[in-house]
C-alpha cells in the first residue's frame, strides 16, 4: 500500500527532526506521517503521530497548521489534546499542570522517559522530574499506578 511506504518513510525524517531543535519541522513530518498512517489503515498510529504534531503546532502558536491537524484528527474520529491555558494548567483534577498530564499521556503510551524527552524537547531528567511530581500529586508511588489514577481522574481520552 502507498500509504505504508510513505509512512517507512517519513517516520525517520520524524525522528531527525527532534534531535536538531526544529519543532515545527518535526510538527509538519509527523503529521504527514499521521495521514499516511491512516491511508495505510493504521490509524491508532496515526492518532498518535496527529497528537503529537497537534500538540508542537499548538505550542508554537502555528494556527493554520493547528487547524488543519485537527481536521486530520477529526477525519479520523479523534480529537487532539484539550487546549491549555497560558499558566500550563488545564483545571485537571490533582492539580496537575499541562505538562505533568502531557507527560503522563506519554508514560501511559509504555513511552520510557528518554522517549518523553525527545518527543517533547526535554532531557530524560526533567522527564522524571514531572513523573515524580505528578505521582506526588495523584498520590501514587509507581507509574503504573498513576496511569491508573489519570484514567479514574478521566484525563485519558477515547481513541
Given at each position: 500500500m502507498a500509504g505504508g511506504a510513505a509512512a517507512?518513510?517519513?517516520?525517520?525524517?520524524?525522528?531527525?527532526?527532534?534531535?536538531?531543535?526544529?519543532?515545527?519541522?518535526?510538527a509538519t513530518a509527523q503529521r504527514r506521517a499521521g495521514a499516511a498512517l491512516a491511508v495505510a489503515g493504521d490509524r491508532d498510529q496515526a492518532v498518535v503521530q496527529l497528537r503529537a504534531a497537534h500538540a508542537i503546532a499548538q505550542q508554537l502558536g502555528a494556527g493554520p497548521l493547528t487547524r488543519q491537524i485537527g481536521k486530520n484528527l477529526a477525519e479520523l474520529g479523534a480529537r487532539p489534546?484539550?487546549?491549555?491555558?497560558?499558566?500550563?494548567?488545564?483545571?485537571?483534577?490533582a492539580g496537575l499542570s499541562r505538562r505533568e498530564i502531557e507527560v503522563m499521556l506519554l508514560v501511559a503510551q509504555g513511552n520510557t522517559s528518554r522517549e518523553i524527552g525527545r518527543q517533547l524537547f526535554l532531557s530524560p531528567r526533567t522527564v522524571e522530574m514531572h513523573v515524580r511530581?505528578?505521582?506526588?500529586?495523584?498520590?501514587?508511588?509507581?507509574?503504573?499506578?498513576?496511569v491508573r489514577r489519570i484514567g479514574e481522574l478521566g484525563l485519558m481520552q477515547p481513541s
Open positions: 517507512r518513510e517519513l517516520l525517520p525524517a520524524v525522528q531527525m527532526f527532534v534531535p536538531l531543535g526544529l519543532p515545527l519541522a518535526t489534546r484539550p487546549a491549555l491555558a497560558k499558566n500550563g494548567r488545564t483545571g485537571a483534577p511530581g505528578s505521582l506526588l500529586k495523584l498520590n501514587c508511588r509507581t507509574r503504573a499506578e498513576g
